[in-house]
């Protein structure tokens, strides 16, 4: 069983826009998925009660509610996303959990600050040292000042970035549905496809 952790301590940098979108990918291939929400408002948990009967299945688990992961038999992905202002305990906890930890990150000085000083952390960690650990850039318009000021903080974190996935209301229609970005033809979605390509191959290596 693959453990994908999505964190970040900055609240509002799209953790669960992430998350979500990654149990999409890995239930469109085929994977048995659960996702798991660690955050206490339950974003995650409501798009899985939108989400609609005939989609892929993605199986819910109340990731906030007990320190133990122990998903049904057959699981063979659990994604989980964490809250903001994760620290101390949480940190250890989610470190004990993943396989794979994803930071997402916003073209914002305040969440770059925040991701720095959680980075840092990351490194001080013993754990985190035999972790897969990658970030993307969210909510992103290349026109920008800000998305040249992002790329070039990424470059001093020291982690491979996989992607800048642009600003779009994609994620919010499919979200509203409880759809993912692969729930729905890709000629309707192409450009973003095109932008998850190395985030994919991340996740199925």
Known sequence: ???IVVANPKGGVGKSTL???????LARRGHQVMLGDADIQQSSSAWLGMRPADARPIQSWN????DELRPPKGISHVVIDTPGGLHGKQIKEVLKRADKLLIPLQPSPFDMLA???FVDDLQERRRAAGLDIAVVGMRVDQRTLSSENLRDFCQ????PVL???????NYVR?????????DV???????DLEQWQLICDWLEA
């Open 115 to 117: 991701t720095r000083a």
């Open 163 to 169: 992607g800048y996935l642009r600003d779009t209301q």
């Open 174 to 182: 499919l979200a509203m549905r409880g759809l993912t970005l692969f």
């Open 63 to 66: 990731a906030s509610s007990s």
């Open 1 to 3: 069983m693959t453990v």
């Open 156 to 159: 001093g974190l020291g982690l």
């Open 185 to 191: 033809p890709p000629g309707q979605v192409a450009k």
């Open 19 to 25: 998350a979500t979108n990654v149990a999409g990918y």
